[in-house]
């Protein structure tokens, strides 16, 4: 199991920028992967962005269409730490983002069912 903590969150305006992060503790050699989720209220947690820990220089990030060319995701291997950089916020970001990690294969990659840990998520709201 890998020991995920986010931080970051917070209120801010629509057209505002914000980082989280997340820094990975315990087995991380179980997860070839890291990624951002989110659940608005009410629904149901859905896929942000991923990225591997391989992949080169880039880690081979890969984006929910909503959030492509707003968010950008990064990794530091040096720190075992996850970014995630949100750009251009809308009213709609509103969610508490989740941390995960794990060992997804390419039909998992953008699933729940992908990522074996869970960080305890942090809130991030948007105000129009």
């Known amino acids: 199991q890998v020991q995920l903590v986010e931080s970051g969150g917070g209120l801010v305006q629509a057209g505002d920028s914000l980082r989280l992060s997340c820094a990975a503790s315990?087995?991380?050699?179980?997860?070839?992967?890291m990624g951002w989720f989110r659940q608005p209220p009410g629904k149901e947690r859905e896929f942000v962005a991923t990225?591997?820990?391989?992949?080169?220089?880039?880690?081979?990030?890969y984006y929910a269409d909503s959030v492509k060319g707003r968010f950008s995701i990064a990794r530091d291997k040096t720190i075992n730490t996850i970014y995630l950089q949100m750009n251009n916020l809308e009213a709609g970001d509103t969610a508490v983002y989740y941390c995960?990690?794990?060992?997804?294969?390419?039909?998992?990659?953008?699933?729940?069912?992908?990522?074996?840990?869970w960080g305890q998520g942090t809130q991030v709201t948007v105000s129009s």
């Open positions: 995960a990690a794990g060992r997804p294969i390419t039909s998992t990659l953008a699933t729940v069912r992908g990522y074996h840990s």
């Open positions: 315990g087995s991380t050699s179980t997860a070839h992967a």
């Open positions: 990225i591997r820990w391989s992949g080169g220089s880039t880690g081979n990030p």
